[in-house]
């Protein structure tokens, strides 16, 4: 690649079931502490990408108001309307293309203004799957969970392990919603059964926030921060709308675009070569499933890979510190805020939910997806500068 | 920046009702004339944008449902919305993914199926959002006045009309003017071969100054466009058309602030964004004087007062004087800067695509594949212009006929 | 090729917009206290200066969180100002379509900027007749009898020397 890309800062807002604001003054929040964090003013920044979604919104052009809370005023401003990792993608193109040096990109939901799980349905095909009402995105989980412990021979108590190592994570993470000190596989267990095998806590909880990144050229970034945060590789896979013809108890859409990531960013063994991960997972089976598509076990053993203890906070290849999407999941932002929780482990930013048994976290992954059953998804690679080459 | 060549065009006939195709559909069909015109197919794409704007048909994400039958199945997808400049936005979008190097050829398809849905409900649900503040302290009528696109761009004619002179009697002309070129463009949605300003003189008038013929229809419809790089092009095409600038530019709402309060866009027909948004453009092709380097425009005219409006914020002249270059005939499809050749999205709106149709249609231009309704004099530099939101997001793409 | 009639269905839905609860902050309310008053006034930015009427929550120029709940941010502001645009609405727009007005009902509605501040607001002009109404000519609030502090305490505008 003739140009590098670095993302040189990012900002959150606490998530909340809840927010007490409109979804203007909540960007306008992000996008401040975002300034802050930066140390630049608004005129500094060449372009801004939303993530937004109208259905989730309520209103159709939801960018169209945005404008003025996001400090795009009189600027170059567009809208991905996909999980906030994709607005992050479209960012990556612009700075890459030259035309642009420093992007904002910056994504926002909030639950507590559109029907609960209603907007995934309306992306469903109208002339049947919506007249069956078979299909919500969680009788869709449960299915994919089911053929996933099924063909695999995964347990409950495993899908229960993701939900307790995340949430638990979550505790120590100041931004994160759903937080449960001295959670247990019981507690997981005994939560409200939704669709089975889903429960409450293997699902992730409807959320308000906003998260914001900025992404800047190599040479603007070397400018703007000491600790830039470089993306190596990024790799996107858009798989079949229909469930029927996709084997749901793996997610070869997942393995495709981890495939292009690793590939850009020269990665061949991605368990020992990648220090940390955060997915963007919307139930706790995907993770498993995850694990699989990435490579980080072979098909089949994301059960045994957790019981490992592997992706643990403290072990070798820890997945979702920040408590990923289970702890919260403002459903545009989600792919930015694992992008961002990347960011922020590498650069030695994350407080008490840091990862401090590693030497040094250099290189991670960031993934976000889209779509029932993740029909779409994409992998970021990130790496740090090492001490040595600064 | 990297070269972008425009290697291919595909649209469906836009008409008011496609009652016979879904979504999927409709969109291949776009989709299946522009593999057809290059000779490519879906393993030859490296990845798709698209979007639509999302209120219309009640579906989230289309292409979630659609993508299979466009041929991105198990290829990267971006979805990009943005309201009536959508199409415009995701032409972007898929410039800038060729111009980064990381996708050589990109498939770019936006859309409208508006005959699913009712248009006014789906514009509503701006107005709805928007309004909820003001109707909670007791608003008075004048926000139900402002449901409609109507309502909103009405502002502009009155404000332009007293800067810069412009009668009813040339927004009639140009409406006339609009549809009789639209009657050449074989994708149209209105033609209307013989109108004359008098035909449109006789619509009712729906707020001052615009009448019912002087606003653009509802249509159904499709375009998809490959973007590739300069030595992919050559072996597809022997003249692709080139892009040579583009930029976007968003500000303050024309007629409503943030939230019902204030907005600090006095003039809605000052179109500072659309300016910013030009200048930079042309910056990038390398336009000095606009007035006489663009051969062909084709701008976001919904309604036909706009036509002056923004060929004076495309620097296509002084301000104030678009009517006087108007009545001279420059603007003819045998004028000196012929001004929406196709008709423009007064003829044919499929709101997600009109702003991408307008780029499809100077590339055809450049092409020389715009058939009858190609332009007398050599194309060599053109603008493309998309409109959207409270007519406060501007975009603007310069294309020309040969690489840097 | 087009499918004929019989070779293709249809079935229905829709998007319900009333299952959506839109949130915003009460920044009209120190607005409206005043229209109680019969005073309007504005809300300045402490950013670059620039005065909203009605006044809004963030200044979009300068990216400044207006100060609504700071009394000394919120200035009196004069019931003159000027016609920037206008339209005579012909036409009622209704669920079912458009519907054309008599001719004693058509509504003038106006972009007026107040004396004083940097922003425009829609009203409704009166006392007046269709022909004369001109962008640029100076227009002056009028309120209603008994103001509640509603928005609609300033009935509509009509046109001074």
Redo the contacts between chains.
């Keep these: 690649m003739a140009r590098k890309v670095a993302i040189v800062a990012c900002s959150q807002l606490i998530y909340e079931k809840k927010r007490n604001s409109s979804r203007e003054m909540m960007v306008y929040e992000v996008i401040n502490e975002l300034l802050k964090n930066a140390g630049i003013s608004k005129a500094d920044i060449d372009s801004f990408i939303s993530a937004q979604n109208d259905y989730l919104e309520g209103r159709t052009i939801s960018n169209m108001r945005t404008v003025g809370p996001s400090g795009a005023y009189l600027k170059d401003e567009s809208k991905v309307e996909m999980d906030g990792a994709f607005a992050a993608l479209y960012a990556y193109l612009r700075i890459l293309s030259g035309t642009h040096d420093v992007v904002a990109v910056y994504g926002e939901s909030m639950a507590s203004c559109y029907p609960p799980y209603l907007p995934m349905t309306w992306t469903l095909d109208p002339s049947f799957d919506r007249q069956n009402g078979f299909v919500n995105e969680i009788s869709a989980a449960a299915l994919q969970a089911c053929s996933y412990m099924y063909k695999y021979g995964i347990t409950e108590k495993q899908l229960a392990k993701v939900s307790v190592k995340n949430l638990e994570n979550a505790t120590k993470n100041p931004y994160a919603l759903r937080k449960i000190n001295n959670i247990d596989i019981e507690t997981v267990l005994k939560s409200r059964l939704l669709y089975s095998p889903i429960r409450a806590l293997n699902a992730y909880p409807l959320t308000d926030g906003a998260c914001a990144i900025l992404m800047a050229s190599e040479d603007k970034a070397m400018e703007m921060t000491d600790k830039p945060v470089w993306i190596e590789g990024v790799g996107t896979c858009h798989d079949s709308y229909y469930m029927e013809n996709r084997i749901l108890a793996d997610c070869d859409c997942l393995q495709l675009a981890a495939k292009s990531a690793y590939k850009m960013a020269g990665i061949k063994d991605p368990l020992k070569e990648i220090d940390v991960i955060e997915l963007h997972e919307n139930f706790s089976h995907e993770e498993l499933i995850f694990y699989e598509s990435l490579g980080l076990c072979s098909k089949g053993k994301g059960g045994e890979f957790i019981d490992t203890g592997a992706t643990l906070i403290n072990g070798i290849l820890p997945v979702n510190p920040s408590g990923g999407a289970l702890s919260a999941n403002p459903v545009c932002a989600t792919g930015l805020i694992r992008i961002a929780e990347v960011v922020m482990q590498i650069k030695h930013e994350a407080g008490e939910h840091q990862i401090t048994n590693k030497k040094e976290v250099n290189i991670g992954l960031a993934h976000g997806q889209n779509g029932i059953c993740a029909q779409q998804n994409i992998v970021f690679i990130l790496k740090g500068a090492r001490k040595c080459e600064m | 920046m990297r070269n972008v060549a425009i290697v291919g065009v595909g649209m469906t006939k836009h008409v008011s009702k496609r009652r016979d195709v879904n979504i999927p559909e409709m969109v291949y069909e776009a989709v299946e004339a522009v593999f057809q015109e290059t000779g490519l197919a879906p393993k030859d794409i490296d990845a798709f944008v698209t979007g639509n704007m999302p209120a219309f048909e009640g579906i989230n994400t289309p292409e979630l449902w659609g993508g299979g039958y466009w041929g991105a199945y198990r290829k990267p997808v971006i979805r990009i919305t943005t309201g009536g400049s959508t199409g415009a936005s995701v032409a972007q979008g898929a410039i800038y993914a060729v111009a980064s190097g990381v996708y050589d050829t990109v498939l770019t398809l936006a859309f409208e199926k508006q005959s699913d849905g009712d248009t006014s409900v789906g514009l509503n649900s701006t107005s709805l959002a928007d309004f909820a503040n003001l109707n909670s302290y007791g608003a008075t009528a004048v926000t139900t006045q402002l449901s409609s696109a109507i309502g909103l761009f009405v502002y502009q004619a009155t404000s332009y009309m007293h800067k810069s002179g412009l009668t009813i009697d040339q927004i009639d002309k140009a409406a006339a003017m609009l549809r009789r070129n639209a009657a050449k463009n074989p994708y149209a949605h209105l033609k209307q071969p013989n109108i004359t300003a008098e035909d449109i003189a006789k619509t009712p008038m729906i707020s001052y100054p615009l009448r019912f013929g002087h606003t653009c229809p509802a249509s159904d419809g499709a375009v998809a466009m490959i973007f590739t790089t300069k030595e992919k092009a050559k072996k597809i095409t022997r003249k692709p058309a080139w892009v040579k600038g583009l930029a976007a530019c968003s500000e303050d709402g024309t007629v409503l602030g943030q939230f019902g309060g204030g907005s600090i866009n006095i003039d809605p027909a000052e179109q500072r964004s659309c300016k910013f948004a030009a200048q930079k453009a042309y910056k990038m092709a390398g336009i000095t004087n606009p007035e006489k380097e663009i051969q062909v425009a084709e701008p976001y005219i919904p309604f036909g007062h706009q036509l002056f409006i923004y060929f004076e914020r495309l620097f296509l002249c002084k301000e104030g004087d678009a009517p006087k270059l108007f009545d001279q005939g420059v603007m003819d499809l045998n004028g000196a800067i012929p001004i929406c050749p196709s008709g423009g999205v007064m003829s044919n709106n499929a709101i997600g695509a009109a702003a991408m149709v307008r780029i499809a249609e100077c590339a055809l231009q450049i092409m020389q594949k715009a058939g009858e309704h190609q332009v007398t004099q050599d194309v060599h530099t053109a603008v493309a212009h998309g409109l959207g939101g409270s007519a406060n997001l501007n975009v603007v793409t310069v294309l020309g006929d040969s690489p840097n | 090729m087009?499918?004929?009639e019989g070779?293709?269905s249809?079935?229905s839905?829709?998007?319900?917009?009333s299952?959506?609860?839109?949130?915003?902050?009460r920044?009209?309310d120190k607005y409206?206290e005043g229209l109680k008053r019969k005073q309007i006034t504005?809300i300045r930015c402490t950013g670059c200066g620039?005065i909203?009427?009605?006044?809004?929550?963030?200044?979009?120029?300068c990216?400044t969180?207006l100060r609504l709940e700071n009394d000394d941010d919120w200035i009196r502001i004069s019931e003159r100002g000027t016609v920037?645009?206008?339209?005579?609405?012909?036409?009622e727009?209704l669920?079912g379509g458009?519907k054309?007005r008599k001719k004693e009902d058509r509504?003038i509605?106006a972009?007026v900027?107040l004396d004083g501040?940097?922003?425009?607001?829609?009203?409704?002009l009166r006392n007046l007749f269709?022909e004369d109404v001109?962008?640029?000519m100076r227009i002056c609030a009028v309120w209603v009898d008994e103001p509640k502090g509603?928005?609609?305490d300033?009935s509509h505008f009509i046109p001074v020397k």
């Design positions: 087009m499918k004929q070779e293709y249809s079935v839905g829709e998007w319900p917009l299952a959506y609860k839109w949130k915003t902050e920044f009209f409206v504005g620039s909203f009427v009605p006044p809004t929550v963030i200044c979009c120029r990216l969180r920037l645009s206008y339209t005579i609405s012909y036409m727009i669920p458009l054309e509504i509605y972009l900027q501040t940097d922003t425009h607001m829609l009203v409704e269709e001109k962008v640029g509603a928005l609609s300033i």
